[in-house]
């Protein structure tokens, strides 16, 4: 189980998050929304020390990270082994084919032989419906499938947590449900997911678990049926704002 207690990260005078604690339960998908510039980002980055809280703890089963002290390369290297971030920009190495791509982190970091990762490599590849890409290269792919590449490139690492930023904000939206098809698929597998999203037609369908975060601090977190069926009239305002409901 992941879960922290008490964040608190500011830039310069604004409370990115402000005392915040929350629960990510394992095999399950846990989305999390709010406004722009709610900290919903900012969360999720710091769970994989991309940014880093002033203070408050975090949690990994029986380890205890108190970030109000200095947190050592170790002690965060250990939870991104642990751990796998996709973000918006897809970060796939240019110079490798989709193939190597998915290969790479297997063979340097886990330390898996070339035949082995290549055998999982095209399994993973199949399994995000881009088999027939392997032998490009990441400047001939659309969006969603170099999207799609960063999630099997994910997945390689057997990672026991996937977090996920904002996965399909940079694509329209075609390419966009190429991707959420993807990751309803291994949400279903119950493989341990966080997902900041837009999206609350997706979020409706994905999610175990909801987060609202507003100003830096959490509002709702609950069962997604909780959430989308709430009579706080902020939720339903944002729900309606994000649907177009009252357009």
Do not use: C, W
Not at 4 to 29: R, W, Y
Not at 130 to 143: C, F, H, I, M
């Amino acid at each position: 189980m992941l879960r922290v207690e008490n964040l608190n990260k500011t830039f310069g005078d604004k409370k990115a998050l402000n005392n915040i604690s929350a629960a990510f339960p394992e095999k399950q998908t846990t989305v999390i929304v709010g406004p722009s510039g709610s900290g919903k980002s900012t969360l999720i980055r710091s769970l994989n020390f991309l940014e880093r809280p002033e203070s408050g703890h975090y949690y990994f089963d029986d380890q205890d990270i108190d970030l109000s002290k200095r947190v050592d390369n170790k002690t965060i290297l250990g939870v991104r082994r642990r751990t796998e971030m996709v973000f918006q920009g897809y970060n796939l190495f240019p110079h490798l084919s989709v193939l190597q791509n998915v290969m790479e982190g297997p063979i340097q970091v886990l330390k898996k032989n070339k035949r082995e990762a290549a055998e999982e490599a095209h399994e993973l590849l199949a399994k995000v419906g881009l088999a027939e890409k392997a032998d490009v290269y990441p400047t001939q792919l659309s969006g969603g499938q170099a999207q799609r590449v960063a999630i099997a490139r994910s997945l390689a690492m057997h990672p026991e947590y996937i977090f996920l930023d904002e996965p399909t904000s940079a694509l329209d939206p075609e390419l966009e449900l190429e991707v959420l098809k993807v990751l309803l698929q291994i949400a279903n597998e119950e493989q341990s997911m966080i997902i900041v999203t837009h999206n609350m037609a997706f979020a409706q369908q994905v999610a175990n678990k909801m987060i609202f975060v507003e100003d830096g601090q959490i509002l709702f977190d609950g069962p997604v049926k909780e959430f989308f069926n709430t009579d706080n009239q902020r939720i339903v305002d944002f729900i309606s704002a994000m649907t177009f409901k009252n357009i």
